[in-house]
């Protein structure tokens, strides 16, 4: 009988813990500011699609098979990152912030497991694609246009990848904190 009353004692001297009184207000806004910085990428991940497909028509890219297929495989990674983040946004529209506590962490969580996923495995996929489809071009750029326009295609096109690399890496990792913390 010790062992339960001491038990008991435990639970009874626990501190109470206590709802902040602006945490659902604080969570509908970092819910509304996901929603918002997902709705920025993909506008200006279609806009790159729209460049893509626009320069893929411009130089007639479809008389030539392998440019025809770096330009497809940018578009396509382009293209797929903006269906995966339109899924994103459909998942986190969905997430009921009025549900209860234990209902409304366990649908984060799940959400938090999906941008892990998204994140970490099928952007480094797309992105590889699309570099992939830029290195197919790099010979006909070089071929096609004068030497400093050639340089400066390479020059622009790495420093633009790089410094997008380093965006996308501090928007993930500002994102994996503002999910950590609702689901903790």
Known sequence: MTTFENLKSQWDNQPELKTPDNGSKMIIEKVTFLKRKQ????FVLTITAIILLGF???IAAYNNTKVSMALLLMFGAVLARIIVEKLSIRKLYKLDVTANNMT???????????????????????IILYITGFMILMPYF???????????IQVSGFMTLFVLVLLIGKQIAKEMKILKGLSS
């Open 39 to 42: 709705r920025i990428t993909n």
């Open 56 to 58: 893929f028509f411009y």
């Open 104 to 126: 409304f962490r366990q649908k984060v969580v799940y959400y938090y497991k999906s941008r892990i996923t998204t994140h970490y495995v099928i952007t480094p996929i797309l």
């Open 142 to 152: 070089k071929q096609g246009l004068s030497t400093g326009f050639y340089t400066y």
